[in-house]
């Protein structure tokens, strides 16, 4: 199956700081996925990014499929950022199953 | 929005009891997931069910069962708790149009004493 896989898998920013985190993936995808766990365990939808770039406040998100990664972008971090992000992508052959990376851990100190 | 709640946040259930755990979704969604979590370990999808009625094995099925009777609503069963199978538990819905973009419950927390 496709392998997915994100770095760093700990990353320590002060309030205010700008970050980038990186998924890779095994296989070519037509979807990918950016969630955020809250500290309370829930996922939370990030970005849909099958290819291109979106923006949502100061969040951003480019996925280049061709070359098989991801980033997203976190500017201007706020202490309820922390959390960990998580990246998938569909397992093209299982149906609408996906496949996620093992996630970044971010702790944002104000 | 998509809402998807889960009938519990927190749930301590001794060992060899039956759990249910709910999982509702309000938007008409075909597909609908239970996974767990644990440390280390990552997301495991434990079922999934493609529509009222269906439903396919995951990664680890032991020890768990299924139910979809209606669209909006499905349920992990947990035949006999064990300590193992303590953990978080989320559950999470998608389209069947946009089948790779799944929403996620608060998830469940589980505890097997």
């Known amino acids: 199956g496709i392998q997915v896989e994100q770095s760093p898998p700990d990353l320590i920013l002060q309030e205010g700081a700008n970050s980038t985190l990186r998924c890779n993936f095994s296989d070519s995808v037509n979807n990918l996925q950016w969630f955020h766990q809250n500290p309370w365990g829930q996922l939370i939808n990030l970005f849909y990014i099958p290819s291109g770039t979106k923006q949502n406040g100061r969040l951003s998100a480019t996925t280049v499929a061709t070359e098989r990664y991801s980033l997203l972008y976190i500017s201007s971090s706020q202490t309820t950022d922390s959390g960990v992000y998580f990246c998938a992508v569909p397992e093209e052959t299982s149906g609408s199953r996906l496949t996620f990376g093992e996630g970044t851990q971010l702790t944002v100190n104000p | 929005d998509v809402k998807v709640t889960q009938s519990s946040r927190y749930l301590v259930k001794r060992t060899g009891e039956k759990v249910f755990l709910e999982c509702v979704q309000d938007?008409?969604?075909?597909?609908m997931f239970w996974y767990r979590q644990d440390p280390g370990l990552g997301l495991r999808l434990i079922y999934f069910s493609y529509d009222v009625k269906m439903k396919e094995k995951g990664d680890i099925p032991e020890g768990y069962s299924v139910s979809r009777e209606k669209k909006e609503r499905f349920s992990l069963i947990l035949e006999s708790a064990s300590t193992n199978q303590t953990s978080m538990y989320l559950c999470a819905s998608s389209l069947q149009a946009r089948r790779y973009e799944q929403y996620f419950g608060p998830g469940t927390r589980l505890t097997v004493t």
């Open positions: 938007m008409d969604h075909e597909n």
